[in-house]
């Protein structure tokens, strides 16, 4: 079987791709890890075919976490889709929801089909892209395109976290992926805070303010 990337085989020339989606070029786009103390914002933006199945497509934090994975596999072989990641560092520095809104940017940017329209999760949509948008609040549990996006970014995040967890086992990222849990703070009480965690968010940097202890 080919190899996959960006949810198209790799040796599939772009014609065919827009003879596949033709009738629809509607990129769903969602973010995740927004509220967590730890890791990069993931965003995914995906333009479903036509002719998937959308029966068990739904917001993403409905869905347990072997049947999220199990789905984001079938999403990817069915769609046109790309990943877009803003780091901690620009967290910190730009804001979390400006960060946010880059991810989104950086999953639009490198689709390799061009959508009609975006539609954005949430209030707000990304700037500095020359394609149509729409914003929907709670857009993951209205609109398949979008729950199918929040499938991708979270399983592919969530995958990220683990890796990263096996680095840092203290803080139990392959368990809460880097959100706020009772786990996670009892790790950075006792062994301070890493390179990964957003040094603006108020644990963190109520914590840093007090001590001046780094892990690498």
């Known amino acids: 079987m080919d190899r996959l990337e960006n949810g198209t085989r790799q040796n599939q020339k772009p014609k065919n791709i827009k003879l596949l989606f033709k009738r629809n070029k509607i990129a769903g786009v969602d973010e995740v890890g927004r509220g967590c103390l730890a890791g990069p914002v993931f965003s995914a933006a995906v333009i479903l075919n036509k002719k998937i ?16 994975i199990l789905l984001s596999k079938y999403i990817k072989k069915n769609s046109v889709y790309a990943i877009g990641i803003a780091t901690v560092d620009e967290i910190d520095r730009i804001n979390i929801l400006n960060a946010s809104l880059l991810s989104m940017q950086r999953a639009l940017n490198k689709l390799k089909l061009k959508p009609s329209i975006a539609y954005i999760d949430g209030l707000f949509s990304p700037k500095n892209i020359k394609i149509k948008c729409r914003t929907f609040i709670k857009g993951d549990e209205k609109i398949t395109s979008i729950a199918a996006a929040s499938i991708i970014a979270k399983v592919s995040r969530d995958l990220f976290m683990i890796k990263l967890a096996k680095k840092y086992p203290k803080y139990n990222w392959h368990k809460n992926f880097g959100y706020g849990t009772n786990d996670h703070l009892n790790g950075l009480k006792k062994y301070g805070v890493t390179k990964h965690h957003r040094k603006k968010f108020r644990p963190i940097h109520n914590m840093l303010s007090h001590t001046t202890r780094e892990t690498q």
Do not use: Q
């Open 53 to 68: 199945n959308k029966k068990d497509i739904k917001d993403s934090k409905k869905i347990p976490f072997k049947k999220r």
